[in-house]
């Protein structure tokens, strides 16, 4: 568990917060998951979940939160408005935005504003670029285009979210150079849990072609052994900063530091998530 750590990006200031499965019953919730409270008609089945919402926002005077579609792995970054759809009110003056709609892995932050996200491994990015900040959910396919792996033509726009940040950034004007931008990941998955078999009746082909795609573009990002490549989430997500011109970044809190913490190859129910809030100060 970490609750409203304080960390600081170049000037801008954030708080990290991470509760595991173990800390669902002190607010008496089944799981993190939010895929059950999307619109304000979902709150009184998810009653102690938006209370749980609550209590963690109000405890870091945060207002206003934004939740978006992560799901998809999109590698898509999109303004607030587009989240914007669905209402749904915590407490107070404490307000929870979803669109289901609407795909995508990160959205812009102000101050006194948080992005929640509910997941088991998959990380998260926080870019700064001068006032302005981007925060991302950056999972395995959010990190990398499986088409393109896959030697099919791109699915998207951007090969990577790490990609879309610095794409979105120096569109919107918030800087001039990738070489401004400032990154950080956390809460990624252990590379050596994180195992992708060759032997996998299903996937076992996609996966012998990420392990040769990987381990020839970025450098630590693929761990081969005889049984599967292992992803180093991490590594990726410094090797694609760089590949953009990003130098500034680094990584904190790997769920190897936080084994309370859940994730997809932990052996335990694959259902269980953590509930992630990146709080922006002022």
Not at 51 to 61: I, K, P, S, W
Not at 96 to 113: C, H, I, M, W, Y
Not at 257 to 263: G, V
């Amino acid at each position: 568990m970490l609750r409203a750590e304080r960390m600081s990006i170049d000037s801008a200031r954030v708080r990290l917060t991470a509760l595991g499965p173990s800390q669902t019953k002190a607010y008496d919730v089944p799981c993190w998951s939010l895929k059950g409270l999307q619109c304000a008609q979902d709150k009184p089945s998810q009653k102690m979940l938006v209370n749980a919402l609550y209590t963690e926002l109000n405890m870091q005077e945060i207002r206003t939160a934004y939740a978006p579609h992560v799901a998809p792995q999109s590698g898509v970054v999109v303004g607030v408005e587009a989240i914007r759809k669905n209402h749904i009110r915590l407490g107070n003056n404490t307000e929870l935005f979803r669109n289901k709609d609407v795909p995508a892995d990160g959205t812009f932050l102000k101050p006194e504003s948080a992005f929640v996200m509910s997941a088991a491994g998959c990380p998260v990015i926080i870019a700064v670029a001068g006032e302005h900040m981007i925060v991302a959910h950056a999972g395995r396919d959010s990190l990398i285009d499986r088409f393109v792996v896959a030697g099919r033509d791109a699915s998207r726009t951007d090969f990577s979210v790490v990609h879309a940040i610095v794409r979105t950034f120096v569109e919107t004007k918030c800087v001039e150079k990738a070489e401004e931008i400032a990154m950080c990941m956390a809460f990624a998955i252990p590379p050596m849990v994180f195992c992708h078999p060759f032997a996998d009746t299903v996937f076992g082909e996609y996966n012998r072609k990420l392990a040769s795609f990987a381990s020839s573009r970025w450098e630590g990002g693929a761990i081969i052994t005889k049984n599967g490549v292992h992803l180093d989430l991490q590594a990726i997500f410094h090797a694609q900063a760089r590949e953009v011109g990003v130098e500034r970044t680094w990584v904190t809190h790997s769920l190897a530091e936080h084994t309370d913490l859940a994730h997809t190859r932990d052996g335990v129910n694959r259902d269980r998530r953590n509930l992630i809030i990146v709080g922006r100060m002022t």
